[in-house]
């Protein structure tokens, strides 16, 4: 089992920035793959960014290359995502999840923070 936290939404005014954390605590594995999803109202839950505990090249979204960065601090067990340049499309619930290394799909997901950007 792994349990997942977010926090640091809120509401900003657009081309700014917030920082989002995920606190990680249970079973988990260098190999393990976070991810940082969004889902806006009415719409799909959509991939954002993703990295693994033990490095790597991260992979991020089209819609957000060059304006959100994530990053992981192993020994908190924390993962980030620095989001910059923000938009009013960037609005939506924000979730964190993992992934195992080998399954193709998150199996474990935070219970979501919001992020509001106002035009």
């Known amino acids: 089992q792994v349990q997942l936290v977010e926090s640091g939404g809120g509401l900003v005014q657009a081309g700014g920035s917030l920082r989002l954390s995920c606190a990680a605590s249970?079973?988990?594995?260098?190999?393990?793959?976070m991810g940082w999803f969004r889902q806006a109202p009415g719409k799909e839950r959509d991939f954002v960014a993703a990295?693994?505990?033990?490095?790597?090249?991260?992979d991020y979204a089209d819609s957000v290359k060059g304006r959100f960065t994530i990053s992981r601090d192993n020994a908190k067990n924390t993962v980030y995502l620095q989001m910059n340049s923000l938009k009013p499309e960037d609005t939506a619930v924000y979730y964190c999840?993992?992934?195992?290394?080998?399954?193709?799909?998150?199996?474990?997901w935070g219970q979501g923070t919001q992020v509001t950007v106002s035009g």
């Open positions: 999840a993992t992934r195992r290394y080998g399954v193709g799909y998150y199996n474990y």
């Open positions: 990295i693994r505990w033990s490095g790597g090249s991260p």
């Open positions: 249970g079973r988990t594995y260098s190999s393990d793959t």
